[in-house]
Nanobody, 131 residues
Framework: QVQVVESGGGLVEPGGSLRLSCTAS????????MSWFRQVPGKEREGLAC????????LYADSVKGRFTISRDNNKKTLYLQMNSLRPDDTAMYYC????????????????????????WGAGTQVTVSS
């Protein structure tokens, strides 16, 4: 049974930093691209960053480029999102997701930010940026 669990969310002041983690079990972790998404009530889920199977390829949404860094440790089966220079509009529930099997899904390319490309999701971790 596949389990995806996010952690590391919390309350942080504007300009601060947080590091989110995501562990995935029950699957061959390094066979899949992994991504971070976020969602606020009433809005669609937004793709933030994608990392390829080996960790070399990374892609970012314009809204977080230069502030957030995605990475993975395949030995620990863990995905990370380092978030710096946080702003109040970064407040959201943050989710990690594993890609579907097979190409093109297992590569971060093209439409990586589309929700349908992902098979397994965690329950999310809340990030609140406020003074």
């Amino acid at each position: 049974q596949v389990q995806v669990v996010e952690s590391g969310g919390g309350l942080v002041e504007p300009g601060g930093s947080l590091r989110l983690s995501c562990t995935a079990s029950g699957l061959a972790f390094d066979d899949f691209a992994m991504s971070w998404f976020r969602q606020v009530p009433g809005k669609e889920r937004e793709g933030l960053a994608c990392v390829g199977r080996s960790g070399v390829t990374t892609l970012y949404a314009d809204s977080v480029k230069g502030r957030f860094t995605i990475s993975r440790d395949n030995n620990k089966k863990t995905l990370y999102l380092q978030m710096n220079s946080l702003r109040p509009d970064d407040t959201a529930m943050y989710y990690c997701a594993t890609s579907r099997s097979g190409e093109p899904y297992t590569s971060c390319s093209g439409s990586w930010e589309l929700v349908y490309r992902y098979s397994y999701w965690g329950a999310g971790t809340q990030v609140t940026v406020s003074s």
